[in-house]
């Protein structure tokens, strides 16, 4: 009989283990559930911080409404890049040391109330109060919400992902500004230009809201946050400085896209000389986001299935220099307007090809930091060229596309870049 019973109770027991194996797997699988929420409310939080009704008019904002010259806009974003460089590796390390979701919060609110200012009154003054609260807010996000959804796709065990994740939050946020920029164009010929800019309060204070349902992914996963404020700062420069390999994709992705970046400033000078409407801006503006999200995500799925990455790269990054080089000798709108869309396609979305490289290069405590550094640098670049930039457009705009598509041309073929780096 006793016999018997010891047979039971085994079975009992292995029963029991068996319900507990069941109970964990599933409470693991409910907690896998909670953080792939982070990924689709990620898209959401990148929609609507990418509503950018401004960005259709976005010259005429500055030249009509707020009657600045060409060279004062670009000394404003000169000094609005200054203050990223300032603000990009604190605000880095408060993502690291305090939370990634509080650095997203915050930097959603204060990108709010930095278009209400910004639309209160055509002021030098008043922009530079808006540009330094942009940049606060852009310091908080840039990078964060990379390492953010890195960790989160960490606890899925899904890392690999991380350059189509990324790929897709830029998508998400593209579309936000192809579905705002005609509507602020509209806007803006019809209502006024400043009413353009308010407007921007109400997605970014959405953004905000979304940001607060996020799930912190960064406090189980890492180490306990011992390490002082300095320390986090210091650890992060110290990493870039001792690997070269980082330093190498840092640079060449940040020179490229830099240089790409002055398309946003000068198109609509571009379009002017072609006697474009101005109702017509946002239309243009919303086509060179869709064509980026389309590249961001086809990047991805070209860059996995290349042999040669190195020399992908290379190509990639030689068309949208040849690109700039024709637009300097071609004014014809059929032909004009897929160049912009050309160069901002291959320009923009070739940093996603840099994504899985950096980040696997990167220690996951100091993701958002080192991610700052790399973005810090980026800004301390177009600190630089801001001022220049301005007199050359003021100069000659078709000399201009030529020197910055010569540029890129040299930076591709001279590139160190090897394709495992990659």
């Not at 408060?94 to 200012?117: C, E, Q, V």
């Not at 008043?126 to 919400?145: R, Y």
């Not at 409407?277 to 991805?300: E, H, K």
Request: net charge positive; aromatic share 14%; hydrophobic share 50%.
């Amino acid at each position: 009989m006793s016999a018997d019973n010891n047979k039971i109770d085994q079975k009992i027991v292995k029963i029991e283990s068996i319900y507990d194996q069941i109970e964990e797997a599933q409470k693991i699988v409910h907690t896998k559930e909670k953080w792939k929420s982070n990924i689709w409310k990620s898209y959401i939080f990148h929609f609507f911080m990418g509503f950018h009704l401004i960005s259709g008019v976005l010259l005429p904002f500055f030249l009509t409404y707020g009657k600045l010259t060409f060279i004062e806009v670009m000394f404003l974003q000169s000094y609005f890049t200054m203050m990223i460089l300032l603000f990009e590796i604190p605000c880095g390390a408060i993502a690291d040391y305090i939370s990634r979701k509080f650095s997203l919060i915050l930097g959603a609110l204060i990108t709010a109330f930095a278009a209400l200012i910004y639309g209160s009154y055509p002021n030098i003054f008043i922009f530079v109060i808006g540009e330094t609260l942009w940049a606060f807010a852009s310091a908080l996000t840039s990078g964060t919400d990379q390492a953010f959804i890195y960790d989160t796709l960490r606890k899925l065990g899904r890392e690999n992902d991380i350059s189509k994740i990324t790929a897709r939050n830029r998508s998400f946020m593209l579309f936000g500004i192809a579905v705002s920029a005609p509507i602020g164009s509209i806007i803006g010929a019809y209502l006024s230009l400043n009413l353009v800019m308010t407007l921007m309060f109400i997605p970014f204070f959405i953004a905000a809201l979304v940001s607060l349902t996020l799930r912190e992914p960064n406090h189980v996963l890492e180490k306990k946050k011992t390490d002082n404020y300095l320390t986090v700062i210091k650890s992060g420069f110290k990493e870039l400085k001792s690997n070269n390999i980082l330093r190498i994709l840092a640079f060449e992705m940040i020179i490229t896209e830099s240089i790409v970046f002055f398309l946003i400033w000068t198109y609509q000078i571009y379009l002017e000389a072609l006697n474009f409407q101005l109702i017509l801006f946002g239309v243009v503006s919303a086509s060179m986001t869709i064509t980026q999200i389309v590249f961001n995500n086809i990047v991805p799925k070209f860059a996995t299935r290349s042999k040669n990455k190195r020399r992908f790269l290379q190509v990639y990054t030689i068309i949208p220099g040849i690109g700039f080089i024709l637009m300097a000798l071609i004014f014809y709108i059929p032909i004009s307007i897929p160049l912009i869309l050309s160069i901002l396609g291959f320009g923009f979305s070739r940093s996603i090809i840099f994504v899985k490289g950096i980040n696997n290069q990167i220690e996951t405590q100091n993701r958002a930091t080192v991610l700052s550094t790399i973005n810090m640098a980026a800004s301390l670049i177009r600190t630089i060229l801001y001022p220049f930039i301005g007199y050359l457009v003021m100069w000659n705009l078709s000399i201009t596309f030529i020197l910055l598509g010569a540029v890129i041309i040299i930076f591709a073929i001279l590139s160190k870049i090897k394709s495992e780096y990659l």
